[in-house]
């Protein structure tokens, strides 16, 4: 008799759902493609769909949190693994757990609530948005760097000491080695980003517009998921927001595999 | 030296970017127990909320109940799922699909939670109506990708000379993963539960569209069932009067109270902890 295989079971249902997650998205948003449009102009009353005002601030709001966690989130690997004593190690991993776990909407209900009433009257705005983000986004990019960072040879820092390298610029040396996979967890902490959705949606302000002043509200792709899909009642418009979660879909994991390639390339070395 | 001096100022650069990455964690959690601790009474915990607006009282047991139940029902889909394809995943490489299913398990981990909840609307909730039910499903496709990679790493390490020590007995495959494999990681199989289920908990985008909102305490997993993540977004957002946003706090308050104690339970266990944690550090 055969051996029951359980665990084959669930590796091809694991294989079906990632499927049907994207044809689901895509079968019902082909209604709304007609509708759809390249344009900032939202306006669900005349069926006007344009999507750009969305991705225009995923991409702001992301890239700005980025912009401020990435060399927070570097340096401060760079330290526990090259500096740090011990002791301070193991806390450190320990105050990197719980920065993990705390649920997004306690980061939003802060940003919210603490951030934004340094703004005064504009209490949500992008800055906001992507501050809150930034200190969500540092556990990853900590955690994968740190890695990273960690399994860079030995011998690799051992040259670079033989050369009379000093502290710091033996610490570079690993920086630059591991550089793929440090380039790959802020892909990482970006997928993250771009698919955050409760600290975006409560910090962000949610107007539909275009501005560079990170002083403006804006809106991104989650949070318009979030805050119209509940209460659109037009098939049409229910459709033209489930364009906008397949194009998440489509972000995120374009972002996935480029992340994957990128560290695949630093492993081969 | 200039060098020397260089030296110098790149370990202190180095750590300030470490403090200045530590500080967040401590101002959040004072923050939070700072003006959660007022809305704390016995009251808050043990009771649902009565009348509205200016006048609501009552607390947010509802909430509570109600990510019991959400919770129950992910645990009870996404733990064994997980558990499963994390097996697959460490012991079956020769497989022709596991490259499919290496892939998929990435893209799931990928995918935005709110995405997964609209999906689960489209599919489930349009015939059930929201309910902790369909909010338990789509947590557990959230908590399933972050189970098996974690299951997949713990049971990796489990040395190769035990599990063919089983073979050599006459097991078979299923016998050796359900006797063998997973008794002897069991450890940190268990640590990446917890820390999965932990942080499905403190999700609230996937039980937007799935888990419903009501005000009265779910008696079935049929029931609306508003979890505590949920509701910090409705008061906080919705409801733009002092009172609520001190339940949003109260509720932040319990729910970063309970998040943190999964981390503390889970950190009670070493073993291969760190990777396991590297994993779920990605997994949103």
Redesign the interface.
Known sequence: MR?????????????A?????GV??LV?SLPSIPYVHLSIIWDPVSRFFGILAFVFGTLYVSLLALLISS???I??A???V???PDKVKRY???????????????????G???LGSFFGAFKANKLVASLTLS?ML???I???SR?SLESVPREIVEAAYALGA????A?LVALGYSRNQILGSVL?AL??A?????AV??TVGNVVGVSMNPLDPGSTL?SL??TE??GAMDPIHRSAI?FA?FL??VI??T??SIA?RVIGRGEEK | MERRNKERAFGILLKLLGTLAALPIFIIVAFVVYNGIRAISRDFITKTPQGFGENVSGGIAHAIVGTVFVMIVASFIGIPLGVLTGAYLSERKESKLYRFVERSVGALMGIPSVVVGLVVYLLLVVHTGPCAFAGGVSLALVMRPMVSESTRVALASVPQEIKEGGFALGAKRHQVLVDITIPAARKNVLVGIVLAVGRAMGEAAPILFTAGYADAMPRSVRDPAPTLPYIIYVYALYYPRDVYRLRARGASLILLAISLSFVYLSRRWRYERYRIRKILSVGR
Do not use: C, Q
């Open positions: 051996d029951v295989r359980l665990d084959d079971l669930a590796a091809i249902l694991t294989i759902i990632a499927v049907l997650t689901v998205l019902f060399p927070i989130g340096g401060a760079l330290y526990i090259r500096y740090a450190y991993s320990m105050i990197v757990e719980a920065m993990a776990s705390v649920p997004s909407v306690v980061y939003g209900l802060r919210f609530l603490v200190v540092l556990p990853t900590i955690s994968l890695a000093m502290k710091h610029e610490a990482i997928m993250r771009v698919g955050e959705t409760m949606t409560m989650t998921i979030a899909f509940g489930i979660a998440l879909f995120s994991l972002i996935y994957r």
